[in-house]
């Protein structure tokens, strides 16, 4: 595999070709007219135009992108995450086209596209899920029957859903059908698919998920887990690795059990088993994700393994060059995703030119970007800007030195997600370990974020004050005489 075509955009799109830059593989871009001067595609070796801004006459246009790797000679698809990254058809239609698709087989994006399908897949390995119905809703008053007998709270979720869509917490059995209606509702709209089940509501759960890796040959390892239960709207917006929540005994509890759901479903490349765990440490298998994550910068961090570089060799049929006893954890990595939201109003985007854009730098600092100043920030894709990550010896060191790469990392033009990061990075709650997937419902406020905005600037401006009153006396000047060296003007 010589040449690949990335199809994607923005810093994952990126990301992929430095690591196929390494491996000395030659890269093609492909592009919306939103995106004509965008860096991924000055930093490929070949680009290709795909159509209009909007995704669904160009990042989504599989016939396109097909062509484009034909035309280009590319060998090998890499789909990034988003767009078509778990989008089964594509994957058959490259391998039609006799180009590999760097990802894994389409059973396996059907099988884990689907949250009862993978249920269904998972059963015979005895992996703990959290109570609930196997099968697709079809009668609402059975349905109602099923959910008092597991006990509300309890939720309903989309088969085929993902991000928190067609997702409700159903409190009390006289809301069920109501909130059964807008689950369907939903869903369909959504993703075409209006089949939901019940789920018993974990309350205050921590969201872990792991990272496994599996070649053509019938190994498959674990890369430990990372913590993402920082997340507004069932979104991440901080994650970390590893936890701070797991002992040696279930990270290897949790990490056998993300191997067997790989193996449940014949999985090859990289992929993230998501778990839900609740206050007494038990764990449930949520779902499996079936690309790379956006969050996968931080295990490279703490094992020195490039995933980007794996999931190449994997689709090449080369077999991991090491076994789950040569992996070990080193050190702590936290990742702030910077996305274009306005953390003072419920964080919604927010477009603009970037007038200011200076990335920070120094040690065990990583900023995985695909904007460069005075770019605008589109309306057409998703809002993030960057990946801010930072290393440390422990976790104390990785977040005191996101806090300063937060300081150091410089937008104007636009509101960003940063200031809401060091609000996390600083909150009592996440220094000591003891938070959960209401963290933002709990402890976030654009107030309490304002607040110590103010505050900050009570300070800057003292100090402003202080300097100049100081600098004042240092620099006065004393009346000239004729014997003072200095000369009127």
Known sequence: MKKILIANRGEIALRVMRSARKMGIKTVAVYSEADRNAPHVKFADEAVLLGPAPSSESYLKMDKIIEAAKSTGAEGIHPGYGFLSENAEFAEMAEAAGITFIGPPSKAIVVMGSKLAAKDAVKKYNIPMVPGTDTAIEDIVEAKKIAEGIGFPILIKASAGGGGKGMRIVEKAADFES???????????????????????????????????????????????????????????????????????????????????????????????????????????????????????????????????????????????????????????????????DSLNDFLPSTGTLEVYKVPSGEGIRVDDGYEEGMEIPIYYDPMIAKLVTYGDNREQAIQRMIVAIADYKIKGIQTTLPFGRFVMEHEAFTSGNFDTHFVKKFYSPEELKKGQDAEAKVAAQVAIDWYLKAKEQLRVPVTTKDSKWTNR
Request: glycine letters at 6%; a negative charge; proline letters at 2%.
């Open 179 to 341: 909130q059964m209606d807008r689950a369907v509702s939903e869903a369909i709209n959504s993703f075409g698919d209006g089949s939901v089940f019940i789920e018993k509501y974990v309350a205050g759960p921590r969201h872990i998920e792991v990272q496994v890796l599996a070649d053509t040959h019938g190994n498959v390892v674990h890369l430990f887990e990372r913590e993402c239960s920082v997340q507004r709207r069932h979104q991440k917006v901080v994650e970390e690795a590893p936890s701070c929540l797991l002992s040696p005994e279930l990270r290897a509890a949790m990490g056998a059990d993300a191997v067997k759901v790989a193996l449940s479903c014949d999985y090859v490349g990289a992929g993230t088993v998501e778990f839900l765990m609740d206050a007494d440490n038990n764990y449930y298998f949520l779902e499996m994700n079936t690309r790379l994550q956006v969050e996968h910068p931080v295990t490279e961090l703490i094992t020195g393994v490039d995933l980007v570089e794996q999931q190449i060799l994997v689709a090449r049929g080369e077999k991991l060059a090491f076994k789950q006893e040569d992996l070990t954890i080193k050190g702590h990595a936290m990742e702030l995703r910077v996305y274009a939201e």
